[in-house]
């Protein structure tokens, strides 16, 4: 996945006024992206290996399963995104690509990441490598990575992933120092993640279970592996960078669990929650917590009505520019 230096410094003495030999430099650079994304793909280790960075979590089977309604309530975002023809955008966190690829429609170079080597390959299997270029990265290390390319981007999408990727203090301003970096000025940076109160629900419930099997209430807090920011709190992060927040919005969507066989409240407890679950080494104390929250939630999260179950999702939609 190294992009090439030579056209990478070309671009960034060019960013602010792409010429034509500019324009087929990116198209160039793009194309050899897509042939690097391949390769690396290729030595990817396989479903739920561990990776240098970490465990890859994430079966396209159980993701589908669990997971599947987070690509389709995105109008929203996608019009703050208004992707356009010679826009070129890169998706932080594209999972399985859904989304990506149906942004591709509009906006053929686009260039999908994901920490997830499994979902990548899920991605390329299902929509090939063109026009989407598909690459493993973890954002987090994204500041330092041979994939950024400064002032190369119009647009910076992400959808309900940045709450992952922002989790770990540590990585948190320096993936939005990134994001700044690689963006053309008066690039924007579009994005949807949870928000202040996201699925409060579910939260509560998984800390009491792991306090209930001996965890203390401190591991168990970082053990959580999301970040759910107020307006203000993204809103001050990103000025801290030199981005100016032109609009932000917070709102309460409870969703709906899906009904697949391996989704449901368990399969979600299972899959999002699976850093909360691997506090306890033992399989029998796990499964115990899992129990315990769709013991005490069923009833919570249930509608009389028709039996179906619901979360408390709160979204926060941002759209920022490079100034
Ligand atoms: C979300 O997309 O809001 C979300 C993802 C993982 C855990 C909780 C919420």
Same mark, same amino acid.
């Not at 119009?154 to 990727?165: D, G, P, R, T």
């Not at 970096?181 to 699925?199: D, I, P, W």
């Given at each position: 996945m190294t992009l090439s230096y030579r056209v990478v410094n070309?671009?960034?003495?060019t960013a602010e006024k792409p010429e034509r030999s500019d324009e087929q430099a990116k198209e160039d650079l793009l194309s050899q992206s897509k042939q690097e994304g391949q390769e690396a793909t290729r030595r990817q280790p396989k479903d739920g290996e561990a990776t240098s960075q970490s465990k890859d979590h994430w079966t396209h089977a159980a993701y589908r399963a669990s997971a599947s309604f987070v690509p389709l309530l995105t109008q929203e975002i996608v019009l703050w995104l208004s992707p356009q023809p010679t826009?070129?955008?890169?998706? +932080?966190? #594209?999972?399985?690509?859904?989304?990506?690829?149906?942004?591709?429609?509009?906006?053929?170079?686009? &260039?999908?990441?994901? !920490?997830?080597?499994?979902?990548?390959?899920?991605?390329?299997?299902?929509?090939?490598?063109?026009?989407?270029?598909?690459?493993? +990265?973890? #954002?987090?290390y994204m500041e330092n990575s041979d994939m950024l390319v400064e002032g190369?981007?119009?647009? &910076?999408?992400?959808? !309900?992933?940045?709450?992952?990727?922002?989790?770990?203090?540590?990585?948190?301003?320096?993936i939005l120092r990134g994001v700044y970096?690689?963006?053309?000025?008066?690039?924007?940076?579009?994005?949807?993640?949870?928000?202040?109160?996201?699925?409060a629900d579910v939260h509560t419930a998984l800390l009491a279970a792991l306090v209930h099997q001996g965890v203390s209430v401190k591991k168990a807090r970082e053990a959580c592996p999301w970040f759910f920011p107020s307006e203000q709190l993204i809103t001050n992060m990103l000025q801290d960078v030199g981005f100016a927040v032109e609009r932000t919005r917070l709102e309460y969507r409870p969703t709906k669990l899906t009904l697949e066989e391996g989704g449901g409240l368990e399969g979600?407890?299972?899959?999002?929650?699976?850093?909360f679950l691997e506090v306890l080494p033992e399989v029998a104390t796990r499964e115990a917590v899992v129990r315990e929250v769709c013991d005490v939630l069923g009833s919570v999260v249930t509608r009389?009505?028709?039996?179906?179950?619901?979360?408390?999702?709160v979204r926060l939609k941002v759209l920022a520019r490079k100034t």
């Open positions: 070309k671009l960034n003495m826009d070129c955008i890169l998706d +932080l966190g #594209c999972g399985d690509g859904v989304l990506t690829a149906k942004i591709a429609d509009s906006c053929p170079n686009i &260039v999908g990441v994901d !920490a997830s080597a499994n979902l990548i390959s899920a991605a390329r299997e299902s929509y090939g490598d063109d026009p989407v270029s598909w690459h493993v +990265l973890d #954002c987090r190369f981007y119009e647009k &910076v999408f992400s959808n !309900a992933a940045l709450h992952w990727i922002l989790r770990d203090e540590e990585t948190r301003m320096s970096k690689t963006l053309r000025l008066g690039g924007s940076f579009v994005f949807e993640m949870g928000g202040a109160g996201n699925v979600w407890v299972r899959l999002m929650g699976a850093q009389e009505e028709d039996g179906s179950m619901w979360l408390g999702y």
